[in-house]
């Protein structure tokens, strides 16, 4: 549990605002040596979509590396340099686990906006029993999209969430598998063979298309709102490092 944040008003820091000021969210993190630290508040998903680019980018440069690898006897590759293993399971872990969190949070974050003044939904909607594949059929029923189940790019997703579990939970044949058609079970495997490509940049574009659904239909849960509790001009009572002085 994080330490209590200590502030207190400062009514020379207190600034006036008219009615309908814009108001930014920011998070408080309290550092043990740098004192108080707030950030804006972002839609993190935006962070997730772009960190899964880069890591699909890496991987292919790593299917050039492959294709480089000398062709042995009997017709096939070997790669035995453990670094290069290593930079594809990174990569191959990062793509599925960030797409599907780029899934999951701006699901979540459509969600929080049509609920938030229904406390009993934001209890599901923070509930385990709401995983990523409930909160799109929910999305999708409330925005009348529910035909998009039946499309290309939910399938896609549904793949992407697949592999990010096989490398999440592992077993014997997501370990270790040659059992004819089985061994892309092994996530890996599945990374290494290419197979990643085409699910990866579908569930993009299905993503891309949930987003711009969703900004269509903000508008009808935009309501002008009220904030209480409120302490202006705050000021910080932990101790602070100053930053270094420029040489």
């Excluded at 290494?192 to 903000?218: C, H, Q, R, T």
């Excluded at 849960?221 to 602070?240: A, M, N």
Aim: proline share 4%; hydrophobic share 40%; with cysteine.
């Amino acid at each position: 549990m994080g330490k209590k944040i200590k502030i207190e008003s400062d009514p020379n820091l207190a600034k006036s605002h008219e009615a309908g000021a814009i108001v930014e969210l920011t998070q408080p993190a309290l550092h043990s040596q740098f004192g108080l630290v707030h950030y804006l508040s972002f839609q993190i998903h935006i962070f997730q979509i772009k960190i899964a680019e880069k890591y699909f980018k890496d991987l292919e440069n790593s299917q050039g590396k492959i294709l480089e690898a000398e062709i042995k006897p009997g017709n096939m590759r070997l790669i035995t340099d453990p670094e290069l293993l290593m930079d594809i399971y990174q990569s191959g872990l990062g793509l599925m686990v960030n797409t599907h969190l780029a899934f999951d949070c701006f699901l979540f974050h459509a969600l929080l906006n049509v609920f938030k003044e229904d406390p009993i939904k934001v209890a599901e909607l923070n509930s385990k029993e709401w995983d990523t594949i409930k909160k799109l059929g929910v999305f999708l029923k409330l925005t009348n999209n529910e035909n998009l189940i039946n499309s290309d790019g939910y399938t896609a997703f549904i793949q992407i969430k697949e592999k990010r579990d096989a490398f999440s939970h592992i077993n014997s044949d997501r370990y270790y598998n040659a059992k004819d058609g089985e061994w892309d079970e092994v996530p890996l495997a599945w990374i290494v063979s290419g197979k990643y490509k085409n699910p990866y940049k579908k569930a993009v574009v299905f993503l891309e298309e949930l987003m711009d659904i969703w900004d269509k239909e903000k508008s009808k849960y935009d309501k002008p709102g009220e904030i209480s509790g409120l302490v202006r001009g705050v000021s910080s009572l932990h101790s602070v490092k100053n930053p270094p002085k420029s040489l």
